[in-house]
């Protein structure tokens, strides 16, 4: 997936957290977040408020590991201010690097964090973003070819057979399920099995 790293680098204040991870606790594993990720978010909001400088109308300015500052806007800043505090320290910090935030090339914006990513169709305002979690985010990035099978030299994300993601995640049973333009991965907690259906078939989660 080719992607342009959006990244504001400033001088707010670095906040101690353990190294990045693609995989990471979210709303689909339910109070596994570590206290840390909970620190560092509180710590990432205090920071947006006091960082100094302009700051763009409804952005949201956040703290990464490296102490780098990351600006959220438009759909996405939108879809954090109204996560809840419990979202908010489920997501942790966000990441930072190549493949961390941009625009996919089928449009969508994203900004990935240490327990989920945060997506939108566009970054026009008024476009519904959702948050897509832990395991169910991990089968959507896999490679895939057109079929949905994992394949090397497929497509991942919102540019892979599944397409962007259309809901947050929902819970029926205690299963977790979120939906995308092609498809939906289910993740069940209680056997931790995750499955993926694109265009009707069921597929390998990887």
């Not at 353990?18 to 909001?45: F, I, R, W």
């Not at 079929?147 to 090397?152: A, D, H």
């Not at 979120?178 to 995750?194: H, K, L, Q, R, Y």
């Amino acid at each position: 997936m080719k992607q342009i790293v959006r990244r504001a680098t400033g001088g707010a204040a670095a906040v101690a957290l353990a190294t990045l991870v693609l995989v990471g606790c979210g709303d689909d594993e339910n109070g596994e977040t570590a206290d840390a990720a909970s620190s560092a978010v509180a710590g990432a909001m205090s920071d947006a408020t006091g960082t100094s400088g302009e700051v763009e109308p409804g952005s949201v300015e956040l703290t990464a590991a490296d102490g780098s500052t990351v600006t959220l806007t438009g759909p996405i800043a939108a879809k954090f201010q109204a996560a809840t505090d419990q979202q908010k320290q489920d997501l942790g910090a966000p990441m930072t690097g190549e493949d961390a935030s941009g625009t996919s090339d089928s449009g969508v914006v994203f900004q990935q964090f240490e327990g989920g990513v945060i997506t939108a169709q566009n970054a026009d305002e008024g476009t519904p973003a959702y948050i897509t979690w832990g395991k169910i985010r991990d089968a959507w990035n896999v490679n895939r070819d057109e079929s949905g099978m994992p394949s090397e030299d497929g497509e991942g994300g919102s540019d892979g057979p599944l397409g962007a993601a259309t809901s947050d995640e929902t819970d029926s049973d205690g299963v977790k399920e979120s939906t995308f333009e092609n498809g939906t991965i289910t993740w069940d907690p209680a056997t931790d099995t995750v499955e993926v259906t694109v265009n009707g078939e069921v597929v390998p989660a990887e």
